[in-house]
Nanobody, 122 residues
Framework: QVQLVESGGGLVQAGGSLRLSCAASGRTFSSYTMGWFRQAPGKEREFVATISWSGGSTNYADSVKGRFTISRDNAKNTVYLQMNNLKPGDTAVYYC???????????????WGQGTQVTVSS
């Protein structure tokens, strides 16, 4: 069982930056593939980024490539999402997720956090 707690959301102007953190409980954090997803009002939840257990492999949604960076610190049981050059379209609740599968894409996530709100004003 893994519990995930996101933090770092808030209100920022377009062009600004935020760094989201996701703290995980449990001693096997380094075994999990981690991901970030987001859900805007009235829209379905969508994939943002994912990172392998070692941090050596990452994938991003096309909409955030070049602006967002996912990273992890296994010693701190934490995964991060650095978001730069934010746009109003990035406004959403951002969720952290974890899965045991080492496959970055196409395999569902097993655990989810409660989410943190990110609002980008124009």
């Amino acid at each position: 069982q893994v519990q995930l707690v996101e933090s770092g959301g808030g209100l920022v102007q377009a062009g600004g930056s935020l760094r989201l953190s996701c703290a995980a409980s449990g001693r096997t954090f380094s075994s999990y593939t981690m991901g970030w997803f987001r859900q805007a009002p009235g829209k379905e939840r969508e994939f943002v980024a994912t990172i392998s257990w070692s941090g050596g492999s990452t994938n991003y949604a096309d909409s955030v490539k070049g602006r967002f960076t996912i990273s992890r610190d296994n010693a701190k049981n934490t995964v991060y999402l650095q978001m730069n050059n934010l746009k109003p379209g990035d406004t959403a609740v951002y969720y952290c997720a974890a899965k045991m599968s080492p496959i970055l894409s196409g395999v569902r996530y097993d655990y989810w956090g409660q989410g943190t709100q990110v609002t980008v004003s124009s």
